[in-house]
C-alpha cells in the first residue's frame, strides 16, 4: 500500500479489524444503513402529502361499483423518508459501476456515459409512439440507421428491430420460420435444440407450439455431429444454436450444421446473446444463419438495469426477410415511412407475419445502441471481441490449476471461461464458493449453467475490464477455490459480511412469502 503525500498509511485497525462482535444501537454500521421494509417505516394511517378533504357535494364517483371498500393499507411516507428507503436499498446492490461484473452469457460490460447523454437528447427521449411519421423523422433514422448496422455486422438482408429482449427475439424468428413454412404448405413440429444453447431455445420453441428434442454434445463441449446429421428429417422446422456456445466455445461445424438443415427444407436459428465475442470478425449470415437475435444490453453496451428495457432486434436471411414482423422502418422518397398493416403491401411487406410489439421498440436503447457503435466504428467493434475473448483466456490460463476447466483442452475459449466443482472437498459446492464471493466484494458468476457441466461457473469478464481488475478477480476466486479443496467450514455459512447472511434458497423457492403481513 502506498503512502500519501503527508507520509501516513492507512491501516486496518488492530485486534477485531472486522467489528465483529461491536454492536450499535441502531444496527447500523457505519455507511451500511439497516433498512427496514417500507412497511415498517410508514403508515397506513398517515399520508406524506397533504390532500384537501373530499368534497361531501361532489358527484358520485364513476367507477363502476368498483369502489374500495377498505383502506388499501399502504405505508404513507414523505418525500425525503421514500426517497432515502430506496437509497439506502440500492446501496445495498450490486452494479456493473462498482465493479467486476462476472455473470456468464450476460456481457455485463460498461454503459458508456457518451450513450446515455445522447439517449436524453430532446427528441429521443421524449418522443412518443403515436407521434406523427412527420414529426419523428429524425427518431426513424435512428431506427433505420442502427438496422442498417445491424444488417451490415451479421451479413444478414434482413431485420426487425420490435423485440424488446432475447427470448422475445427468439419468439420473432421462430414465427417467422412458422410462416415460411405456412407460405409453402409445409407444416412440421420439431426444432431441435443442443444441449450447450441458451435455455431459453427450448422454452421458446415449446411456446410456439413445435416438439423440441435435444441434441448431445460431443467430449469437447460442442454439437455431436453424428447425432444431429441422424436426426434431421422433414419433420424439423429448425435447429436453434447458440454459438458461441453456452461451454463459451466456438461450433466449428455451423457450415456443416447449416447445409444439412437446409438440405432438409429446415431453417437455421443462431441465439445472438453471445455476439460480443464475435462481433466485428465473423458474419453469422457467411456461416448459413437464418434468423439471430441480437441483446442490445449484451454487444452495445445498453445497459441491463433491473430485467430491463432490454432490446432484442432480429435479423433474417433472404429466405425469411419476407416474414418479418411489423411495423418496420423504410426509406423512399427522401423520407423514412413507419410501415405497418395499413401500408404493409405498398412497402413489399405483403407476407410479414403481423405485429410482435404494440409500437416500434425501445427507443431509448436504439440511441444509446447507435451511439456505441458510431463511438467505437468497424475496427473498434473488432477490438471489442478482441479484448473480449482476451480477457476470457486470461482467466481461464490463471485458474485453470485452482478450479476444474473441463474444456481447457478443446482450445482458447470465447467470450466466457466455464469451470466446475470437481476436487472441492466432499460436501462443498459451488454455491458455497459463489456465496463466499460475495464477501470478497464481487457479484457471484453464474451457477450450475451450462446444464453438461456438473457444479458449473461460468465467468464472462468482457473487454471493458482492466489487468488490473481481472488480477483481483481472479486472486479472490484462486483463494476461495483453494478454500473449497480444503473443506474449509466458513464457506459453509457465507456471505459473513454482506447486509443479510445466506438464506435457505430451497425453501425460499418453494414457499416465498411475497406479501408483507404483522405477523
Not at 467486476?100 to 455485463?108: E, I, Q, R, V
Not at 466485428?280 to 457467411?286: E, F, H, I, L
Not at 415511412?337 to 421498440?361: C, I, K, M
Not at 454482506?498 to 406479501?515: F, I, M, Q, S
Amino acid at each position: 500500500m502506498s503512502l500519501n503525500q503527508s507520509g501516513w498509511r492507512p491501516e486496518a485497525p488492530v485486534g477485531d479489524s472486522r467489528g465483529q462482535g461491536a454492536q450499535t444501537a441502531t444496527g447500523n454500521r457505519a455507511l451500511m444503513l439497516e433498512e427496514r421494509l417500507i412497511f415498517e417505516i410508514g403508515s397506513s394511517e398517515s399520508c406524506g402529502v397533504d390532500l384537501p378533504a373530499p368534497d361531501p357535494a361532489a358527484p358520485p364517483a364513476r367507477l363502476g361499483g368498483l369502489e374500495r371498500a377498505a383502506p388499501a393499507g399502504l405505508p404513507g411516507l414523505s418525500e425525503p423518508e421514500a426517497v432515502r428507503h430506496y437509497t439506502r436499498l440500492s446501496r445495498q446492490n450490486y452494479a456493473i459501476d462498482l465493479g467486476l461484473f462476472p455473470l456468464g452469457s450476460c456481457t455485463m460490460k460498461h454503459n458508456p456515459r457518451l450513450n446515455e447523454k445522447v439517449a436524453r437528447m430532446p427528441g429521443f427521449a421524449d418522443v412518443h409512439p403515436l407521434a406523427p411519421q412527420g414529426a419523428i423523422q429524425g427518431a426513424l433514422a435512428v431506427i433505420h440507421e442502427l438496422g442498417e448496422w445491424l444488417k451490415a455486422l451479421t451479413g444478414m438482408p434482413g431485420v426487425a428491430m420490435s423485440p424488446k429482449a432475447g427470448a422475445h427475439g427468439e419468439l420473432c424468428g421462430l414465427l417467422a420460420i412458422r410462416a415460411a413454412l405456412d407460405a409453402r404448405d409445409d407444416p412440421r413440429e420439431v426444432v431441435l435444440v443442443p444441449t450447450s444453447a441458451h435455455g431459453t431455445n427450448p422454452a421458446t420453441a415449446a411456446f410456439c407450439g413445435y416438439r423440441v428434442e435435444e441434441i448431445g454434445a460431443t467430449a469437447d463441449g460442442r454439437v455431436d455431429m453424428t447425432a444431429l446429421e441422424a436426426r434431421i428429417g422433414p419433420d424439423v422446422a429448425a435447429l436453434m444454436i447458440t454459438n458461441p456456445n453456452t461451454c463459451g466455445l466456438f461450433e466449428r461445424d455451423i457450415h456443416r450444421m447449416a447445409e444439412a438443415i437446409h438440405a432438409a427444407g429446415g431453417f437455421l436459428y443462431c441465439d445472438g446473446a453471445n455476439f460480443n465475442a464475435i462481433v466485428g470478425r465473423v458474419r453469422p449470415g457467411d456461416l448459413g444463419v437464418d434468423a439471430m437475435h441480437i441483446n442490445l444490453h449484451k454487444t452495445f453496451s445498453t445497459p441491463h438495469g433491473g430485467g430491463g428495457p432490454g432490446s432484442g432486434p432480429v435479423v433474417f436471411s433472404e429466405a425469411l426477410a419476407p416474414f418479418a414482423p411489423l411495423p418496420a422502418v423504410r426509406l423512399a422518397d427522401g423520407r423514412f415511412h413507419l410501415v405497418e398493416e395499413e401500408t404493409q403491401a405498398d412497402h413489399g411487406h405483403g407476407q410479414s407475419f403481423g405485429r410482435l410489439a404494440a409500437f416500434h421498440g425501445q427507443m431509448g436503447m436504439f440511441t444509446r445502441a447507435l451511439a456505441y457503435i458510431l463511438s467505437h466504428g468497424a475496427d473498434g467493434l473488432a477490438q471489442v471481441s478482441g479484448d473480449a475473448v482476451l480477457n476470457a483466456n486470461y482467466i481461464l490460463r490463471c485458474l485453470e490449476r485452482e478450479l476444474d476447466a473441463p474444456f481447457v483442452a478443446s482450445g482458447p475459449c470465447m467470450h466466457e471461461a466455464l469451470f466446475s466443482d470437481k476436487g472441492f472437498a466432499e460436501g462443498f459446492s459451488t454455491l458455497d464458493l459463489a456465496k463466499a464471493l460475495i464477501d470478497e466484494g464481487f457479484h457471484p458468476m453464474t451457477m450450475y449453467f451450462p446444464l453438461v457441466v456438473h457444479g458449473a461457473m461460468l465467468v464472462e469478464p468482457t473487454e471493458t475490464e482492466s489487468k488490473a481488475a481481472l488480477d483481483q478477480f481472479i486472486t479472490a476466486l484462486a483463494s476461495l477455490a483453494r478454500r473449497a479443496r480444503e473443506g474449509d467450514p466458513a464457506l459453509k455459512s457465507a456471505p459473513h459480511f454482506a447486509p443479510r447472511r445466506r438464506l435457505d434458497e430451497t425453501l425460499a423457492a418453494r414457499k416465498p412469502r411475497l406479501v408483507w403481513s404483522e405477523e
